[in-house]
């Protein structure tokens, strides 16, 4: 689909961060995908965490999109958000329009 050096930022590690991440790989893009998010976890379900997790019905683990091993499997770089919004903008004005998918109201 794309040349493999060809590199994707994904600001926003929420539900359609994580989708944008995963349909990328689906259609066969195959360069560098790196997904920032907030949380020092992996990407989660937050209508769930805000119901069944604090209700104590639901576990931590539960509320992942997926496990640990699908982004290793799919080669998709989830971070801890760059220190600062200036930060953020030298990285993303590196990037072409092609290359960057913002999915939070930033």
């Not at 066969?28 to 920032?36: E, K, P, Q, S, Y």
């Amino acid at each position: 689909m794309t040349n493999p050096m060809q590199q994707i930022l994904i600001v926003g590690a929420g539900h359609a961060g994580f989708q944008c991440a995963a349909s990328l790989r689906q259609e066969g893009f195959d360069g560098h995908i790196v997904l920032i998010g907030d949380e020092a976890c992996l990407p989660y379900q937050r209508p769930p965490l805000s119901k069944a997790y604090l209700l104590g019905t639901s576990a931590a683990a539960d509320l992942l999109f997926r496990p640990a091993r699908f982004y290793e499997d799919h080669r998709v770089r989830p971070c801890r958000r760059v220190p600062s919004r200036s930060t953020a903008r030298r990285s993303a004005s590196r990037c072409n329009r092609e290359s960057l998918c913002l999915t939070t109201t930033w």
